[in-house]
């Protein structure tokens, strides 16, 4: 039978031995950089004088408060221009006048560019494109046509707000805003915008689009608005020179493309095929005029007046007043129930009758 072995307990000066030689074979881990910066800091803090604790205090609120704008998009920034997506949204603007592009161009030639563009990120960037175009597309346009013309890299990067990722809806209402204030869309603009927006799910349709983006108009131009968007919707893929339509002329096309003239517009547009806006219209004129020479169906004027029957009694539970009050009765199974009907009735009328009911019956209860 094998002898167990008898276990003793280290003494102290072994325990000392164990703990050294673990200590030889272990590595020591070096303290990350960023806590033995901060744990300097904080050795160092109680020396410093107070004019330098009150400038690092400085330094901590300022830094706080660059995040902070920055987290906001208030903060400038040189974007390289083949970072940017202009596309990324359909422009609200059709047309860009060359010559208002020229002027521009000159412009921050030589005075630079005195307002920033607005981009916000893209959620999927693609083909080194991280941002989308907000607000500022001429703008971004004048840099891009310096920016070929010049082979040096002054045009390369333009002054931006990059602006918090937002919804589709958000972005829309933004854009449109932008250039309502800078120069007014037109109306055309104004309605395809709406329908495209819409189009595209930002809104649920195209009245939640008008409403939203032109919040702040009056109730008749989000009206015309809406005719305009009517117009783009039926005859966009149509017409030619919609940018030229007056309001006048836009709202005779929506009255006329409501009163279901949209197969006379587009066989007058095909067949014509203008090539001036004066031509279009006169096309277009056409149409309008036959639908205003069509027969309309009578308006309907609200319900039709009911015949109100002759004074005193009809049957047993109906009776007409000969000031227009009608008084039934009728019964459920609580009891009976007096229905009263007519203009003449009100609220004094109502209490005056309800007194009168009430001294009928404490009458008959004394009877």
């Known amino acids: 039978m094998a002898k167990r072995r008898r276990l003793e307990t280290p003494s102290s000066e072994d325990l000392t031995k164990i703990d050294a030689e673990f200590r030889r074979e272990t590595p020591s881990r070096p303290a990350a950089p960023i806590a033995q910066v901060a744990a300097d800091a904080a050795a160092l803090a109680p020396t410093l004088d107070p004019a330098t604790r009150a400038e690092a205090a400085r330094d901590k609120t300022d830094a706080e408060r660059m995040r902070a704008a920055e987290a906001e ?83 390369a990067r333009i002054k931006a707000l990059v602006r918090p990722r937002q919804t589709i809806d958000v972005a829309y209402t933004a854009m449109v805003e932008e250039n309502e204030i800078r120069a007014s869309l037109s109306h055309y603009e104004r309605g395809r915008i709406a329908v495209i927006a819409a189009n595209q799910g930002a809104f649920t349709n195209v009245e939640a689009a008008v409403e939203k983006l032109f919040s702040s108009a009056s109730k008749a131009k989000r009206s015309k608005v809406r005719s305009f968007a009517l117009v783009f919707e039926e005859l966009g893929d149509m017409l030619a020179f919609p940018e030229a339509l007056t309001e006048r002329r836009g709202l005779q096309l929506a009255t006329a493309l409501r009163g279901g003239a949209e197969q006379r517009f587009r066989i007058v547009l095909e ?97």
């Open 73 to 155: 998009g208030l903060l400038i920034r040189e974007v390289p221009l083949e970072e940017i997506d202009a596309d990324a949204m359909v422009r609200d603007r059709m047309a860009l006048s060359e010559e208002d592009l020229l002027e521009l161009r000159l412009s921050i030639a030589e005075h630079g560019l005195r307002l920033p563009i607005e981009v916000f990120e893209l959620s999927e960037p693609s083909e080194g494109r991280r941002y989308g175009l907000l607000s500022g597309y001429r703008r971004l346009m004048a840099y891009r046509y310096l920016d070929q013309l010049n082979k040096s890299d002054r045009y």
């Open 271 to 367: 067949e014509g095929k203008p090539t001036s806006p004066e031509e279009e219209w006169t096309l277009l004129e056409l149409v309008v005029t036959e639908a205003d020479e069509m027969p309309r169906k009578p308006k309907r004027m609200g319900r039709p007046k009911m015949s109100v029957p002759p004074a005193g009694w009809h049957g047993r539970d109906m009776l007409q007043t000969s000031t227009g009050v009608t008084i039934r009765r009728e019964t459920d199974g609580r009891g009976y129930l007096l229905r009263l009907e007519g203009k003449t009735l009100t609220s004094d009328a109502m209490e005056t009758i309800m007194l009168q009911i009430r001294n009928l019956l404490e009458a008959d209860g004394k009877g």
